[in-house]
Each structure stands twice: as structure tokens, then as C-alpha cells.
């Protein structure tokens, strides 16, 4: 459960200025977990293209303010349906479950809107926070990998962490087919 006043909801090409606020806003706070972002980042312009990108997003919002995301992105299809997850808080909405709800509400409706099978995600070593966030969101490690992103000026090795949502073939695909088309 979320505070009151706060709700999450899919984000909308129209969300690109607060977007852009709310991440000027939380650049010092979300630097050590983050790659280099240019200057043009931080405008609503930048925001506007991210936001047509393809990738898929939740936003947590107070009235009008963003003050989190989850974002999903390098959907697959066909037989790996899969994405990558991220997501960021907001530094004065931290320690509140808003990550865990974000997380939460990305597994929802990867499963149910995209039909994805698995959603990935990766954490620099010492993000405890975040790892945190995953496990209690049905996450496992999976693997670290050595200077997986470049991150705050180096490339950092990271924690990896997957969770499965459901064992349902992709669709199109009859239940209890082998690999070579035959029924098993």
C-alpha cells in the first residue's frame, strides 16, 4: 500500500515536463546509481523522445508532481518475452514502499498487458536499498556480472536478478508442443 495522496499510473507522452523536473530535481540523489546523463537529459524535450522510445512505464504521482517510475525496457518477444526493469524514487519519498509498489504494479501488468515470461533487473554491489526492493518483489540473484554498465564515471559490476511470472507458452503456441512441432 502506497501513501495517501499518491497513486500509480502509466505514463503518457503529456508527462515529459514533470518528468524533466522531477529528474533535475533528483539528480544529486539518483547520481551514484546512474550513467552520465548530458544536460539536455534534465529538459522536457529529452523527456518527450524518451517517452516515445517504446520502452514502457509507471509513474508514482503526487497531484501533479512525478515522484517515481518503473521502466521497462529491451522488450523481447516471441520465445524469450522478456524486459529489463528500472525503476527511481524520488529522495523525499524514499523508505515508504513506493519502489516495492512500483516493482509490484511492472510485474502486473507485464504479465497481464504484455504476456512477458520474465522481467530482469541489475543492482551496482552495494545497493542494498535496491536489492532489497527486488527480493521482497519476488525477484532471485541470478549472477553477477563483472562491468556490467558504466555507472557514476566507471563501469561497475552488478548484481543480477530475474523473476519469472508465469510458465505459459508464448501465445500461438499450442500447450504441451515439443520444440520440433510435434505434441509431447
Not at 526492493?133 to 562491468?147: D, H, M, N, Q
Not at 507458452?169 to 520444440?179: A, F, I, L
Amino acid at each position: 500500500m502506497i501513501s495517501e495522496g499518491l497513486r500509480i499510473r502509466p505514463a503518457v507522452p503529456e508527462d515529459a515536463h514533470a518528468l524533466a523536473v522531477a529528474l533535475l530535481k533528483n539528480r544529486a540523489h539518483m547520481k551514484p546509481w546512474e550513467p552520465y546523463r548530458p544536460e539536455r537529459y534534465y529538459t522536457a524535450e529529452a523527456q518527450a523522445e524518451r517517452l516515445a522510445d517504446g520502452g514502457v512505464r509507471w509513474f508514482a504521482v503526487e497531484g501533479d508532481a512525478i515522484v517515481g517510475a518503473v521502466i521497462l525496457s529491451g522488450i523481447v518477444l516471441g520465445p524469450f518475452r522478456s524486459a529489463s526493469l528500472g525503476y527511481w524514487v524520488d529522495r523525499d519519498h524514499t523508505g515508504r514502499g513506493l519502489a516495492t509498489a512500483l516493482t509490484a504494479e511492472a510485474c502486473r501488468g507485464t504479465r497481464e498487458e504484455l504476456g512477458l515470461h520474465r522481467l530482469e533487473a541489475g543492482t551496482v554491489l552495494d545497493h542494498h536499498v535496491s536489492q532489497r526492493v527486488l527480493e521482497k518483489s519476488g525477484f532471485s540473484r541470478i549472477g553477477t556480472a563483472p562491468r556490467y554498465l558504466h555507472i557514476d564515471g566507471e563501469w561497475r559490476d552488478h548484481h543480477l536478478f530475474q523473476r519469472l511470472l508465469h510458465d505459459d507458452p508464448p501465445p500461438g503456441v499450442p500447450t504441451g508442443t515439443s520444440s520440433n512441432g510435434d505434441l509431447a
